[in-house]
């Protein structure tokens, strides 16, 4: 599913965060918009517990931590700081349900998602005005959002009797010989704040829709929308106790709340979400327990501009892919490699639209790039973009300059990347992209491939021929073809290779990610002889 055109989402009245089982703190401080200089009243503070059997509840230690908003600094969100022994009280209560869980008809299932669905859907006006609180996003990324995760609780519902089986060849007399799908167990799901609401649904629903129980571990930057959020939900749709349980945390406990997690016996797999950094640690400590996992990481996405490209419809493609969600998505473009015989006609136009990008509050209506989700994050952006200038690197748009209120840089294009650069090859996961001009395909599928990531490419061609050749040539995994790399769509199996992760979401390659194969023989006529 690709973004709604222009002007589709328009911001509301943002309303509070309305949700089931939640308790909320009344405040009303006046603040004073950094940037603007504007005077508002904050949003009423949100308090919200872990969600164990169905109930929410604080933590065993009492302790909370802080979901703060990236463009006012203020704390949005109170959530509970759950720590391993909320974990193992997560797990009891996903362990104690999976058999009911399991042995429900899919129709039971398929009700309850569906509902979810339509549920999510209605949310719509509500999740935009979260995510702008809780993580920065704009208007249009956050509908997207609520609208792509409806869809994945529709598909997850229509996967409910996808799990299908085979009758296999025997040589044995008299036997029927079968392959089935059974679901795995307890699955833990990781989830993070960047497509908060798409990727916390995404986590849990094809694992529930096979029959699995799940706890869920939102990131610590969208305890809510990528987390809570999807529990009340599911909670209102007629989701039992217990078949989905969220453990939030304060970050400083990430670490043993996940070895927690993965570690305890009864979870029988991991799904993650996140950087390679990360997810290499996740992969590692899955691997210790013999537990398999789905890992869907960074990507360093190339976009190809062929020689005979429609340079506008180019820079359109270039200019969603990079700067979508202030470049804050797995899928981006880091690398815009044009062919030389429009490099400087494309930069040229490439570099007006982004410097016309409106960039700042992302309440405001029309705002197009709104704060990345940190100040730490906005550092290490502009650190990237500063040493690659240090370096001989040129700025086509943009400085790469942090500004007020210390989570906006405004989008910035490079020129002159070179491979002693850090940005050549890491992933910038901010509002920024490169572009390379290139002699020719060879080149540019040869610095396509020169990456330890991959993900997802786009190509861009009037001739759909040589762009499918080309997408067979690109080591990632997925490739759109006259398009850019940023889509998603539920019944598509989704993830990269190399270190983008392996495993897939998505389709039935994510309706087997989530079930076990099981082999079953009934000796239907006769006995069996036994030499002994």
Not at 483 to 504: L, N, T
Request: proline share 7%.
């Amino acid at each position: 599913m690709r973004m709604p055109a222009r002007g589709m989402w328009t911001r509301p009245n943002p309303p509070e965060y309305l949700s089931v089982r939640k308790k909320v703190r009344p405040t009303n401080p006046e603040l004073v918009d950094s940037v603007s200089g504007r005077s508002y009243v904050a949003s009423v503070t949100v308090n919200r517990g872990l969600v164990i059997a169905g109930t929410e509840a604080p933590a065993a230690s009492g302790r909370t931590t802080d979901s703060v908003n990236p463009w006012t600094g203020q704390a949005y969100a109170s959530v509970a700081a759950g720590s391993p022994d909320d974990v193992e009280r997560a797990v009891d209560a996903a362990a104690s349900a999976f058999d009911a869980w399991a042995a429900a008809k899919p129709a039971e299932r398929r009700t309850i998602l569906l509902r979810a669905a339509e549920l999510l859907a209605a949310r719509t006006p509500e999740i935009i005005a979260l995510m702008a609180e809780e993580v920065g996003g704009v208007a249009p990324w956050a509908g997207f959002n609520a609208m792509l995760a409806a869809d994945m609780l529709r598909e997850a519902a229509a996967a409910a009797t996808q799990p299908v089986g085979q009758v296999l060849a025997t040589n044995a007399d008299g036997v029927l010989s079968t392959l089935q799908r059974v679901p795995k167990g307890v699955v833990a799901a990781i989830s993070p704040w960047n497509a908060p609401v798409i990727l916390g649904v995404r986590a849990v629903a094809l694992p529930l829709a096979m029959g699995n129980t799940v706890v869920l571990k939102p990131s610590e930057d969208a305890p809510i929308a990528c987390g809570l959020l999807i529990s009340d939900v599911l909670h209102e749709a007629g989701l039992p106790p217990g078949v989905l349980n969220v453990v939030t945390n304060d970050r400083a406990d990430a670490p043993e709340i996940v070895e927690a997690l993965i570690g305890d016996p009864r979870v029988r797999m991991v799904n993650f979400t996140g950087s390679t950094e990360v997810g290499r640690k996740v992969g590692m400590l899955a691997a210790r327990h013999l537990k398999p996992a789905v890992l869907e990481l960074g990507g360093k996405n190339p976009l190809l501009v062929l020689d005979d490209a429609d340079l506008d419809y180019a820079v359109d493609a270039a200019v969603f892919g990079s700067f979508m969600n202030a470049g804050q998505i797995c899928m981006c473009v880091d690398r815009i490699i044009v062919d030389r015989s429009l490099a400087a006609d494309f930069t040229a136009r490439f570099a007006a639209r982004v410097r016309d990008l409106p960039c700042g509050d992302p309440r405001t209506s029309g705002t197009a790039i709104g704060p990345v989700i940190s100040p730490e994050a906005a550092q290490r952006v502009s650190r990237l973009i500063e040493e690659s200038v240090g370096k001989g690197a040129g700025l086509a748009a943009g400085t790469g300059e942090v500004e007020a209120p210390g989570t906006l840089i405004r989008p910035t294009v490079l020129t002159d990347v070179t491979p002693d650069m850090r940005i050549h090859h890491e992933e910038i996961f901010g509002p920024a992209t490169v572009i390379y001009p290139v002699d020719g395909v060879e080149e540019a599928v040869a610095l396509a491939n020169d990456t330890t990531q991959g993900l997802t490419a786009g190509v861009i061609t009037e001739n759909l021929a040589r762009g499918l050749e080309i997408a067979g040539r690109l080591r990632t995994g997925i490739v759109h073809v006259n398009d850019q790399s940023i889509a998603d769509e539920p019944q598509a199996p989704f993830g990269g290779v190399k270190e983008s992760g392996y495993g897939r979401f998505g389709g039935q390659a994510g309706a087997e990610a989530f079930t076990d194969t099981r082999w079953v023989t009934a000796q239907v006529t006769g006995h069996q002889h036994y030499p002994i």
